[in-house]
């Protein structure tokens, strides 16, 4: 009877084993950083006829370092049990969905309306903090009539999440002005917590000859509370010649 060969026969000297393919052709190489000729030894001292196998295999991955140290990021040894290298908290990469995309100097205009005759009307929707502009312009530049100039503000938003209300009125007949420091006015609240509204006035001090009473007022709506987003929507609206 022809003796099997022991495995420890068949290794290479190269560190590595080789699963043995079909038919007897050469299989896939699996490194897995054993000494081949260490493993031989170990065959041999063993005796069995399987070449050692068992206790072979326990003393070179001993020797290997695969003993199930978890890798900690501190420099221990490099383990195989799934351990994970603790890196921190992930940054999500997005966007505060809450923060004011534009500076003062940057806010869109929403456009203009008549302080002190008809009923001019605008309105803007958005999600986050916001700086806009709107232009309150003098159209009755009567000497007799003189009406005082003058706007209403109405924010709605909701109700889980809250935005507030702040005004900054430049001075008048100041053209591209922007007053982004001194505050005007500010919205107040009612009963009902998700709307705000604050109100300017000044008067007509157009003499003789005319000055132009119009004024810029910056509109800033500022998050405070709550998460932003769609389905958080504010809404703002603006009532010419209205108090």
Not at 137 to 149: A, G, K, L, T
Request: glycine share 16%; proline share 4%.
């Amino acid at each position: 009877m022809r003796r099997a060969l022991p495995l420890f026969a068949i290794l290479p000297s190269a560190v590595g084993l080789y699963a043995c393919g079909a038919n007897g052709e050469a299989g896939e190489e699996f490194d897995y950083g054993i000494d081949a000729a260490a493993f031989a030894d170990a065959g041999k001292r063993d005796g069995g006829t399987d070449g050692g196998r068992g206790d072979a295999s326990a003393d070179a991955s001993a020797d290997a370092g695969l003993d199930g140290d978890v890798l900690d990021g501190s420099g221990g040894d490099a383990g195989v049990d799934g351990g994970t290298v603790d890196a921190g908290p992930p940054d999500s990469g997005l966007p505060d969905l809450c923060a004011n995309p534009t500076a003062c100097a940057s806010g869109a205009s929403m456009g203009s309306v008549a302080g002190d005759t008809g009923s001019d009307f605008l309105q803007a929707t958005g999600t986050s903090s916001k700086w806009l502009l709107v232009r309150v312009s003098e159209n009755d530049s009567s000497v007799f009539s003189r009406p005082p100039i003058r706007a209403r503000f109405t924010l709605i938003h909701n109700p889980n999440t809250r935005f507030d209300l702040f005004l900054y009125k430049a001075g008048n007949n100041g053209g591209g002005t922007r007053n982004c420091s001194s505050v005007s006015a500010t919205g107040a609240r009612g009963s009902t917590t998700n709307l705000a509204t604050a109100s300017l006035s000044w008067d007509d001090t157009t003499g003789f000859g005319g000055n132009d009473d119009s004024a810029n007022v910056m509109v800033e709506i500022r998050h405070v509370s709550g998460p932003c987003g769609v389905g958080r929507e504010w809404q703002l609206s603006v009532d010419g010649n209205a108090q």
